[in-house]
């Protein structure tokens, strides 16, 4: 058997990178990121797996104090909506979470999908039309890994309108705003997601998403349950 594997130390280098990745919003510290590591991560991105290689991304990349407060305005309006979903020790909770870092990031990226981008037929795309979203999602989270790997904290903000943040961007109408990131250096990386810490929400056991053959069927490889017990319980234990 051929082994196409990475070396042990580069190996463990990206898992490292994606069990430490976390969405940062309070950890920002005002150091630029240096243009050479910011072009790195771009690099990272636009390297994403696309179905038909459509590459349906844009960046749309914001250092202005103006278009971040801009933002900003559009975050705290949807903020004010999404806490009305709350209520007691939930709303309380929900009212102390620090939600995003757009103004404290030295430097804020949209990744967009151009919905348009391969023209009408791409191949891959025919019978499901969202592939062009995903393969957007893909170019976000090669980014975050690689900002992981550089020190670099990255903060998702998903509390706002997307069409008024389109219009805000000035993006075109077949141009959809994806992911609104927050990047810079930060003050620490959390041992564990913010939202695990804050008590919101804790990671679902691996063992209780595996389904076999079909969504009834159960996995009956023991020594898969196995291995996967044994990486949850070093999880545990770090």
């Not at 999602?137 to 900002?147: D, E, G």
């Not at 990255?154 to 943040?165: A, E, F, K, M, N």
């Amino acid at each position: 058997m051929t082994d196409h594997g990475f070396p042990d130390e580069q190996r463990q280098g990206l898992y490292r990178a994606i069990h430490e990745r976390r969405d940062v919003r309070s950890q920002f510290l005002p150091d630029p990121i240096a243009p050479e590591i910011l072009a790195r991560l771009l690099h990272a991105a636009h390297h994403a797996p696309s179905v038909g290689f459509m590459q349906p991304w844009d960046f749309v990349i914001v250092d202005s104090i103006e278009m971040k407060r801009a933002v900003k305005a559009l975050y705290d309006q949807a903020n004010t909506e999404a806490a009305s979903h709350y209520t007691d020790e939930r709303a309380a909770l929900y009212r102390r979470l620090k939600l995003e870092g757009i103004v404290d990031s030295p430097i804020n990226v949209c990744i967009t999908c151009d919905r348009q981008r391969g023209g009408p037929h791409v191949l891959g795309r025919n019978t499901m039309l969202d592939t062009d979203l995903f393969s957007t999602c893909l170019a976000v989270q090669n980014l975050w890994l690689a900002a992981r790997a550089e020190g670099i904290g990255v903060g998702w903000v998903s509390i706002v309108d997307p069409t008024q943040l389109a219009r805000t961007l000035g993006l075109p109408e077949h141009v959809y705003p994806v992911a609104y990131l927050c990047l810079g250096h930060v003050s620490e990386f959390l041992p564990r997601p913010e939202l695990e810490i804050a008590g919101w929400r804790s990671r679902l056991p691996l063992e209780q998403l595996l389904h076999g053959n079909q969504w009834q069927g159960h996995v009956d490889d023991a020594a898969l349950i196995a291995a996967i017990h044994e990486i949850s319980s070093g999880e545990t234990k770090a």
